[in-house]
């Protein structure tokens, strides 16, 4: 079964801090990951996609990595700001046909002053 | 702008009724989709479309139904039969078979009273 775990579950860091959250998959033939960010009560707005013989890919302040051969993902926020308070959701997805993806349960990440 | 939209931003429900959720998108999308989000939980897929008149279920179908009679609409009906309805609704579109991954939607939350 294609399965997609997040860690940690959720984080607190101090504003300006950097933090690193991981997902490892098991999902079968591998298309891409795809990160995402979630505030409350909003839809996830895309972060990054990467590809398989992409492993690493930047969006500003987030740096996402993929390890293919292992199967893990991680996204690095840089200098974090109080604006990054979310969840983030990694979307594996075994096909080009986004309909074959496997949703994380997200990383909710708090940051404080 | 390009986008998907729906609506209603909340809706209350009462017991042993229908309701249905707008999803509209402009994106000249191919696919979409519709998932459900419990507290402190990942998105499940309810319903996806890849073409206009058709649709499958996706891991939670049982007390949803949906249409597909135009590209851009994909509304869906919470009927009777789903037991425990209150959640954050949350549509998506995508190009079927780009890499690019989802566009969502602000939600719809809904709630039982």
């Known amino acids: 079964k294609n399965q997609v775990e997040q860690s940690p579950q959720s984080l607190i860091i101090l504003e300006g801090k950097n933090c690193t959250l991981q997902?490892?998959?098991?999902?079968?033939?591998?298309?891409?990951l795809r990160w995402y960010k979630q505030d409350t009560g909003r839809g996830p707005v895309s972060l990054t996609i990467?590809?398989?013989?992409?492993n690493t890919k930047s969006n500003g302040r987030y740096t996402a990595t993929l390890d293919a051969d292992t199967k893990q993902s991680s996204l690095h926020i840089t200098a974090s700001q109080l604006s990054d308070s979310a969840s983030y959701i990694c979307v594996v997805s075994a096909d080009t046909n986004a309909g074959k993806s496997t949703f994380g349960d997200g990383t909710t990440l708090t940051v404080k002053p | 702008d390009g986008g998907i939209t729906q609506s209603p931003k909340y809706l209350f429900r009462k017991e042993g009724q229908n309701v249905t959720l707008s999803c509209e998108q402009n994106?000249?999308?191919?696919?979409m989709y519709w998932y459900r989000q419990d507290p402190g939980q990942g998105l499940r897929l309810i319903y996806y479309?890849?073409?206009?008149?058709?649709?499958q279920k996706g891991d939670i179908a049982e007390g949803y139904s949906v249409s597909r009679e135009k590209k851009e609409s994909f509304p869906l009906t919470v009927t009777s039969a789903q037991k425990n309805p209150t959640a954050f609704y949350l549509c998506?579109?995508?190009?079927?078979?780009?890499?690019?991954?989802?566009?969502f939607g602000s939600g719809t939350r809904l709630t039982v009273v």
């Open positions: 479309s890849q073409i206009v008149n058709d649709f």
């Open positions: 998506a579109s995508s190009q079927s078979t780009s890499t690019e991954g989802y566009t």
């Open positions: 997902c490892n998959y098991t999902v079968s033939p591998f298309s891409n």
């Open positions: 994106l000249n999308h191919d696919a």
């Open positions: 990467m590809t398989f013989s992409e």
